[in-house]
């Protein structure tokens, strides 16, 4: 089966201090990742997209950035949080010709 | 480009009676197209999708969705609402027209059940 694991489930972290937040896939070989965030009250947005290793995509600038170290692994970062950092954060993939989506379980990040 | 317009930012119905949920889409081509939903602090989870086969899609938990191509409809609806309905619902569409793939979503609805 093609599993998403993402953690954490939800974290608080205080600004300034830095964030890494981690998305593993099962199942599954030379994935196409991606790394969206939902804001309060707003739909979800495309942060980063990654084909393969060490390739990433960034659809909007921000405070934060991605890695692909490995060829199922996603590793969203930041070295320094916002405040408006905060949200909920979804990694996925799409599988089958884009007739399939997988999501992780999705990370609610609160910045205080 | 592709784009995803859910017309409706909030739903409120009464428990028992029918639920709809509007999404238009548009695309240069045949889309891939889903309905998730989201309840409070959980991670997604697919209702249904429709992948150019039968144009009404049948999803769990006795909803469903009607492909409309001359309309560019997508609309998710159940005969009758439960009171653990009262979630956060997604209308996606997968772009194919990059290299890489993208899901295009629309900015939700949330539903509301009273009883």
């Known amino acids: 089966s093609q599993t998403i694991h993402q953690w954490p489930a939800t974290l608080v972290q205080p600004v300034g201090s830095p964030l890494s937040l981690e998305c593993t896939v099962e199942?599954?070989?030379?994935?196409?990742l991606y790394w969206y965030r939902q804001a309060a009250g707003r739909g979800l947005q495309l942060l980063f997209y990654s084909v393969g290793i060490g390739q990433i995509s960034s659809e909007v600038p921000q405070n934060l950035s991605a890695s692909r170290p490995q060829d199922r692994q996603f590793i969203l970062s930041s070295k320094k949080l916002l405040l408006s950092d905060s949200g909920f954060y979804l990694c996925?993939?799409?599988?089958?010709?884009?007739?399939?989506?997988?999501f992780g379980q999705g990370t609610r990040l609160t910045v205080v | 480009a592709q784009s995803v317009t859910q017309l409706d930012s909030h739903v409120s119905v009464s428990e028992g009676t029918p639920v709809l949920l509007r999404c238009n889409y548009s695309s240069s081509y045949s889309p891939s197209l889903f309905w998730y939903v989201q309840h409070p602090n959980k991670g997604l989870q697919l209702l249904l999708k429709y992948t150019s086969a039968a144009t009404l899609v049948k999803g769990i938990n006795g909803f469903e969705a009607e492909f409309k191509k001359s309309e560019t409809s997508f609309h998710l609806t159940k005969p009758s609402a439960h009171m653990s309905d009262a979630a956060e619902y997604f209308c996606v569409v997968s772009d194919q027209t990059g290299s890489q793939g993208n899901l295009i979503f629309g900015k939700g609805t949330k539903l509301s059940v009273k009883p």
């Open positions: 199942g599954t070989s030379n994935p196409n």
């Open positions: 996925a993939r799409l599988g089958q010709g884009g007739t399939e989506a997988f």
